[in-house]
Each structure stands twice: as structure tokens, then as C-alpha cells.
């Protein structure tokens, strides 16, 4: 449970070109900082995970009508950076490691699972990472089948609102 200190104003807002290179930043740490169970520091996985996370691919990301990438912010600081294309496939929910455990990755999975149902889609799908695994668990995500190589498919129906 978070204290009342650790609460934190975060915003969330649809990713813009001049996000590139903190939307990296945010990414390549959170995957050596966070990911450890999933990476055991191996360098040649670190590395091929790694290996699209340059400001010049996530640009075209950012610019793809098929992917919706946003952000999360404390002020100025991006704090989590979290993408859905167009299917309901979450490809992207990464939290800048200062910022974990105070709600980020929770509230851009809730704006992707909005915008998801704003879109009329009656699901959400992503593909779990060991480290990632109890949190889309705790927030309704199920396994969908066995384990794809490194990571977990799972599912969510999306309710719908009148």
C-alpha cells in the first residue's frame, strides 16, 4: 500500500515526436533495472531486447496510425511509456524504475484498456514478462496458454460502459 507521501501527480497523455529519446531512456532502464528475472543480466538477451529501443525506431512507432503510444508524467519527467495497437495487443508498459510502485504502469494500462473499449474492442491481449506476470495478473489479465519462448500470452475481457 502506497503512503500518503509516495502519492504522486500523474498525467497521462498520447506520446509525442519529442518524446523519443526519454521514451528510451525509460525503456532501456526499466528493462536492465526491472526486468532481472527475466534477463539474469545475460548480455546477448539484454542486448537483442535492447536492440529497437533507439529514438529513431520509436519515432515511427509514435507515428504508426496502428500503434497508440502514450506516456505517463510527473511534471515534466516521463514516468512510463505504454502502447496498444489498433487490435487490443499491448506491446509496451514500462515505468521508469523511480517511479515503480506508485501507480504509473496502472494508470496507463487503464488508458489503453479505455481507449481499447472507446474503439469498441471487447478485449485486450499482451504477451507477460516473468517480472511483469503478477501485476497484469492483479489487474485481471489470465493466461491464454503455455509460455511463448520468454514471455506469457495473456487476455482480458474489457466491460463495457452505457
Known amino acids: ?13 498520447i506520446a509525442r515526436q519529442d518524446d ?20 539474469g543480466h545475460d548480455r546477448a538477451f539484454l542486448d537483442k531486447w535492447l536492440a529497437n529501443k533507439k529514438p529513431e525506431i520509436v519515432t515511427q512507432w509514435i507515428a504508426d496510425p496502428d500503434n497508440f503510444l502514450i506516456v505517463a508524467t510527473e511534471g515534466d519527467e516521463i514516468a512510463g511509456v505504454a502502447s496498444m495497437q489498433s487490435t487490443g495487443r499491448i506491446g509496451l508498459n514500462y515505468v521508469s524504475p523511480s517511479m515503480r510502485f506508485r501507480g504509473v504502469s496502472k494508470a496507463l494500462l487503464s488508458a489503453l484498456e479505455d481507449e481499447a473499449t472507446a474503439r469498441g474492442l471487447t ?8 517480472t511483469a506476470m503478477q501485476f497484469y495478473r492483479a489487474q485481471g489479465y489470465a493466461p491464454v496458454g503455455p509460455a511463448c ?3 506469457t500470452p495473456m487476455v ?6 452505457p
Open 149 to 151: 519462448g520468454d514471455c
Open 20 to 39: 523519443a529519446v526519454a521514451i528510451c531512456d525509460v525503456l532501456r532502464r526499466s528493462i536492465i533495472e526491472l526486468c532481472e528475472a527475466d534477463h
Open 123 to 130: 478485449q485486450c491481449t499482451l504477451e507477460s514478462t516473468k
Open 1 to 13: 500500500m502506497e503512503s500518503p507521501a509516495s502519492a504522486i501527480s500523474i498525467d497521462v497523455r
Open 156 to 161: 482480458k475481457a474489457l466491460q463495457r460502459t
